[in-house]
């Protein structure tokens, strides 16, 4: 959604995967038993079957002897500076929502160099959902856990980009913070500036989105958002922002 007046745009590594980060860290070793594969090991452990393999150089994958002891490699991921969700996850090729229900406990509006993340390998095979029906009506289940709202807006979403095209002011938002994964633009008299919002319902074919929910921050406008609408802020091409087309969703309105 082209927008006026709208201010990131990220030097963004591409074409990395886990195995190419260096040797890991080694959390743990197990010891193979009879009839044990390095991809049942893998697979029971939850951890990347490549990871497995570079952590095992001189394990012959094809002639596993039980007694041999296989490194169990900790997937973790220290974050730099300049670091986002959305930037960590494409680095690494991994799903963005399986790296944010991985971490849970971080805040991702507040990445800062040093925080060590778990990457989502050790989150296989759980599940995140979001339901409106949980404790009580004015809560909502987030990854199983329930978050308060104060108030439930069904809203037109569109989204945009750091293109020049559509900011006019540089790539910040309002408050001439840097744009990231969870800025969205508002109409301050629907949605207070400064609101911590979940949205929800809507489809994003580009996958760069939550599957289950964005938690997002007010803190920008545009002049062509006004009533019941928002516009997410989307990292990377106008061609993501045209994908995403006009929406129907939910937003909540969390409570601080």
Known sequence: MKRHF????????VGLSITSLGTPAFAS?????????????ASANKIPLPSILKANPN???????????????DLRYTVKDGDTFWIIAKKLQLPLDQLMAANPKVDP??????????????????????SSTSASPNSI???????AFKKKISVK???????????????????????????IAV???????????????????????????????ATDQGSTIKG????????????????????DVNVYILEP
């Not at 709208?6 to 590594?13: C, Y």
């Open 141 to 147: 289940l987030v990854a199983r856990q329930a978050i």
């Open 187 to 217: 109409d301050p008299s629907i949605i207070p500036m400064g609101s911590k919002v979940l949205i929800t319902g809507y489809n994003d074919i580009d996958k760069d989105l939550p599957s289950d929910g964005l938690i997002a921050y």
């Open 109 to 130: 509006n507040n990445l800062y160099p040093g925080i060590v993340l778990t990457l989502p390998a050790a989150s296989i095979g759980k599940t995140v959902s979001v």
């Open 59 to 73: 394990i012959n994958p094809l002639n596993l002897q039980p007694g041999e002891l296989v490194n169990l490699p």
């Open 157 to 183: 979403a569109t989204a945009y980009s750091s293109d020049p095209s559509e900011n006019g002011w540089g790539p910040v938002d309002y408050y001439g913070n840097l744009l990231k994964l969870g800025t």
């Open 29 to 41: 070793t197990y010891q193979a038993k009879p009839q044990d594969t390095l991809w049942k090991i």
């Open 6 to 13: 709208k201010k990131t745009i990220f030097g963004l590594a």
């Open 228 to 247: 019941n609408r928002i516009d997410i802020f989307l990292p990377g091409s106008v061609q993501k922002v045209s994908n995403f087309g006009i929406q």
